[in-house]
């Protein structure tokens, strides 16, 4: 099934009358921005709305016809769940215009095209017998660099020496560009030694090729490089580029970025240099103002927060002031509520005394405000398996359950595992066939992930017909899963019952366009793992499934593993040198990483330490700027 668009029946929209949908208003920055058909930066710092932003410019620019059909605005996200949410809000705006909106994470993107187009590559380096994904972790970096030093020339094996496993890849592998032609002279630096010898290991090898997303990146960028023909089809499919999050470009994220979208194309990238968490990933420092210089592009500064309320985005203030010294005061936009603190530090005697105090807090708060265990997280900066146990154990004494979304099921965490397009179809279809009634926004979401796996989406016809499949699917699961209650039936069985219904080798196609990390059988697996974990405590499958989401639990997740998310009360756990050992290697990381986690509240955060010693400690710091921002202590002892 294939789309089949008329777009000369979409009528177009005069710019000049074009206003904001679903939305009241923009602010003044951000109306420039969305009608700049340029190169544009715009800074948004958290709760800016930077979603809401680029589904509003992508309407702009298709309902407008500043981006006419059939030419297609791309959208470049990091994770996937970030990539499917702006498809959903742009879908939402304008589905009209959505089948010409393409929205993928970057590594998806280089992935397909090193797939599509691997025989263009130079001579030198095309693949004769395929490749083979190989993540590589630290350890097999180390390994490799402790090989390679005696085989060096010896001019160089001291330096080599240096190297460190934990920023080979990142920001020398990934900042190398690749040469068309192998060279043939001797390398002069230990540098260069390492990078051919990585590539000679690992790519040109006898068999097939061992590829991680680094090399794929280095290897799209020079495919586009050397092949002038596919770089000018891009840019003529897309003359709209998007990028979020571009605080954490890499290295040779920004390299590919350059080569194949520096001209002919108008590229808008999404970024806050304060919330850059991804250094040690190989993000490039400073990475909107290098592309606002290399680019030509016009910055942007967006100042409303819609997320927390005046007083937190006051303490925010003084956070990015310490990141950034130019940093623009945000205007909160949100409702504060009165009654309670919106910021306090809170110190115990242990981490009983922690854990029993802020569970009895969370349910006694739940109790007299109507608020939903949802609205309030745990965050830490790491470790975050040890404060499972005594949380949950006094959590659920209370009746409040917990979620940890760093926890790991099969192969993935779960916190990836729930924002998974493919696990949400399956469970989706699982919901829908469990109860029939009532869930008419699951059956909406559903039914798009099934039309677009089926490739039925933007086709009228082919959609009814997805539709028409997807409701006898719901039906034969739904006698299923009546004649095999949970005392009845494996969590393998109902995931290969799921499986059979959605249709495998569709869902396989699917799974590697859209999450080329993986694989089908990596979330089936993880998936089965959830569900075998919650069955084993549910009565029926309704219970089964709700518990698979646990969506009524209050989260507990790692402040890295928070971005991008909100919640109306956060207790950031563990302000003390344990938690924060590593602040004194990368101090301006570290504190990012705070910045990101404490603007993850809404209407109140909370610092919690059982530390004495915190204060004059590695983490002094953060306790002079909580100072400074009149963030008040108290004892709960």
């Known amino acids: 099934m294939s789309a089949q668009v008329d777009f000369r029946s979409v009528p177009l929209v005069p710019a000049e009358t074009w206003r904001p949908i679903g939305i009241d208003d923009l602010e003044s920055e951000a109306w420039k921005a969305v009608r700049d058909l340029g190169n544009v930066a715009v800074v948004a710092g958290p709760g800016a709305g930077k979603t809401e932003f680029l589904a509003q410019r992508a309407a702009y620019l298709l309902q407008t016809g500043s981006c006419p059909a059939p030419y297609r605005i791309l959208a470049i996200s990091f994770k996937r769940d970030a990539a499917a949410n702006l498809a959903r809000r742009v879908s939402k705006r304008v589905p009209e215009h959505a089948d010409r909106f393409t929205s993928m994470t970057f590594d998806a993107f280089t992935k397909g095209l090193l797939d599509r187009f691997a025989p263009a590559l130079p001579p030198d380096w095309r693949m004769r017998d395929g490749y ?35 920023w080979f890849m990142p920001q020398l592998i990934g900042a190398t560009d690749l040469p068309e032609v192998l060279p043939s002279d001797g390398p002069a630096t ?113 100042k409303w927060n819609f997320r927390s309320s005046e007083p937190l985005v006051r303490l925010q203030h003084v956070i990015a002031s310490r990141l950034d010294a130019a940093a623009v005061p945000a205007v ?32 006694d708060d739940i109790a007299t405000s109507g608020r939903e265990p949802a609205d309030f997280a745990l965050l830490a900066r790491q470790k975050i398996a040890d404060f499972e146990p005594r949380f949950r154990e006094r959590l659920i004494a209370r009746g409040v359950k917990l979620r940890n979304d760093d926890a790991r099921v099969g192969d993935m965490s779960l916190q990836d595992l729930l924002k998974d397009e493919t696990a949400g179809l399956l469970l989706g279809l699982l919901h829908l066939a469990d109860q029939p009634r009532g869930l008419a926004e699951v059956w909406r979401e559903t039914c798009t992930t099934f039309a677009r796996v089926h490739g039925a989406l933007g086709d009228p016809t082919a959609e009814r017909e997805a539709g028409d499949a997807l409701g006898h699917s719901t039906s034969a699961l739904r006698s299923w899963l009546t004649d095999h209650p949970p005392a009845d039936a494996t969590a393998d069985d109902v995931v290969e019952k799921v499986l059979g219904l959605i249709g495998e080798e569709p869902l396989r196609r699917f799974v590697k366009l859209t999450s080329p990390s993986e694989d089908l059988d990596l979330i089936a697996g993880a998936f089965a793992a959830r569900l075998r974990a919650v069955t084993f405590e549910s009565q029926d499958w309704t219970d089964a499934f709700d518990r698979f989401e646990a969506k009524d639990a209050v989260v507990l997740l790692t402040a890295h593993r928070s971005k991008s998310l909100e919640y109306h009360t956060v207790f950031f756990l563990g302000l003390d040198d344990d938690q924060w050992w590593a602040h004194d290697h990368d101090p301006m990381e570290s504190i990012s990483t705070f910045f990101v986690g404490l603007s993850r509240a809404a209407q109140r955060i909370v610092f919690t330490t059982t530390s004495s010693s915190a204060r004059n400690g590695k983490i002094a710091e953060f306790f002079t700027l909580l100072d400074e921002a009149g963030v008040p202590e108290i004892d709960q002892g």
Do not use: C
């Open 132 to 166: 083979e994904l190989k993540f590589v972790k630290p350890y097999d970096a180390r390994l490799f660099l402790g090989a390679i030093v005696p085989e060096a020339p010896p001019e160089l094996r001291y330096r080599l020496s240096e190297f460190q496993a934990d």
């Open 190 to 302: 230990a540098e260069e030694f390492a990078v051919r010898e990585w590539w000679r290991t690992r790519y040109l090898r006898p068999g097939p090729a061992y590829l991680d997303f680094v090399m794929i990146n280095r290897l799209a960028e020079l495919l586009v490089r050397s092949a002038p023909k596919i770089r000018h089809a891009l840019r003529l499919t897309y003359p709209f580029v998007f990028i979020d999050e571009f605080q954490d470009t890499t290295r040779a994220q920004f390299s590919f970025l350059d080569s194949v979208f520096a001209t002919g194309t108008a590229v808008t990238v999404v970024g806050d240099a304060k919330q850059r968490i991804m250094g040690f990933a190989g993000a490039v420092p400073k990475a909107v103002e290098r592309f606002s210089k290399d680019f030509g592009a016009i910055p942007y500064r967006l």
């Open 332 to 363: 909160s936009k949100a409702v504060r509520e009165d009654g309670h603190d919106a910021a306090a530090v809170w110190k115990f005697s242990g981490i009983d005394r922690e854990a029993e105090f802020i569970a009895d807090w969370i349910a």
